[in-house]
């Protein structure tokens, strides 16, 4: 072969593999980390994930990697790269990441309005039916995959929120929702314009399809705090009052304050009466918890130095602890108190035993990271927890070992709570990427994963409750979502 025959099949490979579709590079919304990618697969899909590369090594089977520089394929050049953000040329890593995450989520969204969505291929509720009859699936299998395919059918809409003044919801960003016992309230923490939170209950009980709609009670109380922690109280009666647990702020410390649900006005009609108002100052209060069991009756838990104290009485017990405690829950059955501490432990104070010796700690589990959320399941015998590396366990409390992990879920360093449902057969948790995702509780099957409608941003993590029935006894089953101004359902269709 001579070398000019030689130098033209050279070029005709070059211009080949330049035409062929599987040289080309990779589009950068397909590049993200593997977590990211992980969860647009699920979304759309609902298998299994796949693995997905950096945006750093994307690209480099197609095109070279110049160090210092970054490719872009749709303008098929190279950029150069600055170790920090610059107004003349403010391309950065974390710029890049950002944008391609951003293209993820709007494709995502756009494939939800479009109802392209399904949970897998060839199906539906026909086939799952006629499957069932011929016996190729049995009872529990068919009412997972049915409850996956509620689930992947879901609709996002709107809420109208109304209130004495609307001007307020304009300006006024949610926080944090938080659901009562029997899903007919929403307390509320919005952070205002002018600094601080305000706090507000959000009447369900008229959030009908197709006109969804609700009202929004507010009181006069105000906090330049950061709200650390919120959970229902049972006083008077079942969900009668809020407690708050709020950082200290300069020389002012920590504090623990109990609202009765009574101070917003007609927040639950002709049950709300006068109730306690009371606060307690605590350095370093991270966590509380309200204890509905008969042998430690109204008591609530404040973490660093674990506070169990009485509000009635007064009477309080102190348990030192190595580390901060982020997350507690009280079991009903039994009197424990389950905490979960920035070290990565969590472990269980009997409440029988008082706090001499070391017999106080019933159960002791561990994480690698810090944890942010524990939640015990209704027979008591499992908790489910998470930590700031992103990992859900389940724990058996029997053998204190851990027997399924729920895949997906992105945290670095923030709060995040779990919310488990044994009813429907879900669980449900919000990254720190800002995409809600829902796992079977029983496969650890991730089910679907949805895109905030907010650009993803540290202020606008969203806050979301699910339930059977929102609304009442006679409410729908969805996923209700509060994001910067606004509160969306997801409801089954």
């Not at 049915?146 to 059918?153: F, I, M, V």
């Not at 007609?266 to 008969?294: E, Q, V």
């Amino acid at each position: 072969m001579n070398k000019s025959s030689w130098q033209s099949r050279r070029r005709h490979g070059r211009r080949s593999h330049q035409q062929n579709p599987w040289f080309r590079l990779r589009d950068p919304e397909d590049r993200s980390d593997s977590q990211a990618a992980r969860s647009a697969q699920d979304s759309s899909h609902g298998d299994d994930e796949s693995p997905s590369t950096s945006s750093g090594t994307a690209g480099a089977s197609s095109v070279p990697e110049l160090p210092g520089f970054y490719f872009d394929p749709e303008k098929k050049r190279y950029f150069r790269l600055l170790p920090g953000h610059n107004n003349c040329n403010p391309l950065t890593k974390e710029s890049i990441r950002q944008k391609e995450m951003e293209s993820k989520r709007l494709r995502l969204l756009e494939e939800e309005d479009k109802q392209k969505k399904i949970a897998r291929m060839g199906f539906n509720a026909s086939s799952m039916l006629r499957k069932s009859q011929l016996g190729f699936l049995n009872v529990t299998s068919y009412c997972h995959l049915a409850h996956e395919l509620r689930l992947s059918c879901m609709e996002r809409k709107k809420v109208q929120i109304r209130s004495l003044d609307p001007s307020a919801l304009a300006s006024d960003r949610f926080n944090l929702i938080l659901a009562d016992t029997n899903s007919d309230r929403l307390f509320t923490v919005n952070d205002v314009k002018v600094g601080g939170s305000k706090y507000g209950i959000i009447n369900l009980q008229s959030l009908k399809t197709p006109t969804l709609k609700v009202f929004m009670h507010e009181n006069l109380y105000f906090t330049n705090r950061k709200v650390n922690s919120v959970c229902w109280a049972s006083l008077n009666h079942l969900d009668s009052h809020i407690l708050l647990c709020l950082m200290g702020l300069a020389e002012t410390p920590g504090c623990a304050t109990l609202l009765p649900a009574s101070l917003f006005v007609n927040s639950h009609p002709g049950i709300d009466r006068p109730g306690m108002l009371c606060s307690f100052r605590i350095p370093g209060a991270w966590s509380c918890a309200w204890s509905l069991n008969i042998q430690a009756n109204n008591c609530f838990s404040l973490s660093r130095r674990v506070l169990l104290t009485n509000v009635v009485t007064g009477h309080r017990q102190s348990f030192g602890t190595n580390s901060d405690v982020l997350a507690q829950q009280f079991a009903l059955m039994v009197p424990l108190l389950f905490n979960g501490c920035r070290s990565g432990e969590i472990f269980a104070i009997d409440l029988r035993c008082g706090n001499q010796g070391k017999g106080w700690k019933a159960t002791r589990l561990f994480h690698d990271s810090a944890v942010t959320s524990v939640r015990i399941l209704q027979d008591e015998q499992y908790l489910m927890a998470s930590d700031m590396a992103g990992k859900i366990k389940l724990w058996d409390l029997r053998t204190t070992k851990c027997i399924r992990q729920y895949e997906g879920h992105v945290n670095e360093y923030a709060y995040l709570p779990l919310h488990v449902h044994e009813e429907e057969g879900i669980l449900v948790a919000v990254g720190q990427d800002c995409y809600t995702r829902i796992w079977s509780l029983h496969d650890a099957h991730l089910l679907r994963t949805i895109p905030s409608p907010y650009p993803a941003s540290k202020a606008d993590i969203p806050s979301v409750a699910f339930s059977s029935r929102l609304g009442g006894s006679r409410g729908a089953p969805g996923l209700l979502m509060a994001v910067g101004q606004d509160l969306y359902c997801y409801s089954y269709s």
